[in-house]
């Protein structure tokens, strides 16, 4: 049964109006709680892998750095290719409506395996083949819902409001690192002091808060219906093969920015462990005796050190995130603009160049962890700063360019394609962490060396997007509108007039 079955239960069109659809608030609310259940989940995964897996007799028994970033980075990629599954059922028989409301189940399903890693009801198996099972559901369901989610945002808009899609992007966006935010803080505390069951628990009830966020706006939402057989005929088309084509090498040149992005979640915290994380430290005796007492309320009495577990440390990420979508929204970009037109592409280019900073920053780190220092983790606030610098311009760019760039009835496969770019860059920084890994134990890229690899790949990987971009030629389609819009896109793109 197709959503067209439903459609005279729901509005099938975006409203010809010039204001914020309805809709967007139950979208945001709903990506806020389970991007919560997602990051709080992955913060934890490489130091439970580390040091919190045992065999069926009791006995820990952990993976190593390396066997812990191999497994993040195939988690990560089967995350961002399985949305091909979910926009295939979404465009072509449930809707994307449907499909968010049933993988989200599984996706819970998932959480609630994880879940169980520390009760006796896994002591038959060793506990990382739980994991694996409650990682195979999480990456079938966070997978499958991922571009129907962000191409159900672009579907509330219709041609007199398309110009608030970026807009809502950033909101969309906002709303992923607030989660984050409070996941990645929240998270590892739960793992330190209540143990596994709870640290993979409570992001669990966060997604069934999800999803029942998600079903309570199915009202207001636009439900554009699935495309049914066209579907096949629409993607194999000339329109739908060339925007495909177009694409291709730019989903190709940001794989290599994910796979740096998402070693904050494994290589990064590895390093912070060695470092000195401490995030506050004061003395307040000889203070005054009410500051000296407020201090002592919230901290004790006797000097006061705060300091991060390495987990929380991901938690500068979002934070940079949310205080720099509208710095780049309001001042940064317009700043540019007075000096180049500001366009997707030149955004894009930017953003990779930028992040090749971010490595190089930690490979100093490492280069003085590897001199017997401990450095300050404010090596790593900075090498955040950068790393979400270049994440402005690259992610929440790519997610708007993708969905305009796509023919209508595949727009979800089209979003599905721009996470492929994810799911490639987290297979190559598998693969590089298995190459690199010799049969003693040892490795051929120590130290320094491994985060100056990936810079020079970045940097490489830039100078040819930069090259590719002059040639870009694509049409822009928006629900609503009858016909793609052609020059629009090559005017914005600065590449015609």
Not at 395 to 407: G, H, K, W
Not at 429 to 457: C, E, H, Q
Request: aromatic content about 14%; some cysteine; glycine content about 10%.
């Amino acid at each position: 049964m197709s959503e067209n079955s439903n459609a005279s239960a729901y509005r099938t069109t975006p409203d010809n109006t010039s204001g914020m659809p309805r809709g967007i608030p139950y979208i945001v609310g709903n990506e806020a709680a389970e991007r919560f259940s997602f990051y709080g989940m992955k913060a934890i995964l490489t130091v439970f892998m580390t040091k919190h897996l045992f065999d069926v007799s009791g006995q820990l028994d952990p993976l190593t750095g390396e066997g812990a970033k191999q497994v993040l980075g195939w988690f990560v990629a089967a995350v961002y290719a399985t949305p091909f599954l979910g926009a295939i059922i979404a465009d072509r028989y449930l809707g994307k409506y449907r499909t968010i409301l049933y993988l989200s189940i599984v996706y819970c399903l998932g959480h609630f395996v994880l879940a169980l890693m520390d009760t006796p009801l896994t002591t038959a198996v060793h506990s990382k083949w739980v994991m694996f099972v409650g990682l195979g559901l999480i990456s079938l369901g966070a997978g499958g819902i991922k571009p129907c989610v962000t191409s159900h945002v672009g579907d509330q808009f219709g041609a007199a409001s398309q110009g608030l899609i970026p807009r809502a992007m950033s909101w969309f966006y906002f709303s992923i690192n607030l989660g984050s935010t409070i996941s990645t803080l929240l998270t590892p505390l739960l793992l330190i002091h209540y143990g596994p069951g709870w640290a993979f628990g409570v992001p669990g009830i966060l997604m069934g808060l999800a999803t029942l966020l998600f079903w309570m706006g199915r009202n207001t939402f636009v439900h554009i219906p699935a495309a049914g057989p066209r579907f096949w005929t629409e993607t194999f088309s000339a329109d739908g093969l060339r925007a495909v084509a177009n694409l291709t090498p730019l989903l190709l040149f940001v794989a290599m920015f994910w796979s740096l992005f998402d070693q904050t979640a494994s290589a990064w915290v590895l390093q912070a462990e060695q470092m000195d994380r401490t995030l506050l430290a004061f003395d307040p005796t000889g203070w005054s005796s009410g500051a000296q007492s407020f201090a002592e309320t919230l901290f004790g009495p006797g000097p006061v050190q705060v300091t991060a577990s390495a987990s929380q440390l991901q938690a500068f990420n979002p934070v940079f995130v949310m205080m720099m979508i509208p710095l780049f929204s309001y001042l940064i970009y317009p700043a540019i603009g007075r000096l180049v037109t500001v366009t997707p592409l030149r955004k894009i280019g930017l953003g990779l160049f930028i992040c090749a900073g971010s490595f190089a920053i930690a490979g100093l780190a490492e280069a003085r962890i590897q001199a017997g220092q401990t450095p300050s983790i404010g090596w790593q606030v900075a090498a955040y700063a950068v790393l979400t610098s270049a994440e402005i311009m690259v992610s929440i760019t790519m997610l708007e360019f993708f969905y305009t760039q796509s023919p209508r009835a595949m727009k979800s496969f089209v979003m599905a394609f721009c996470m492929l770019s994810v799911s490639i860059g987290n297979v190559f920084t598998a693969v590089v962490n298995g190459f690199i890994t010799r049969d003693d134990g040892s490795v051929m890229l120590p130290g320094a060396s491994y985060y100056w690899f990936f810079t020079a790949a970045m940097l490489a990987t830039a100078v040819l997007y930069v090259g590719w971009s002059q040639f870009y030629r694509g049409q822009t389609y928006i629900q609503g509108e009858e016909e793609p819009t052609t020059e629009a896109v090559a005017t914005a793109e600065g590449v015609s007039e």
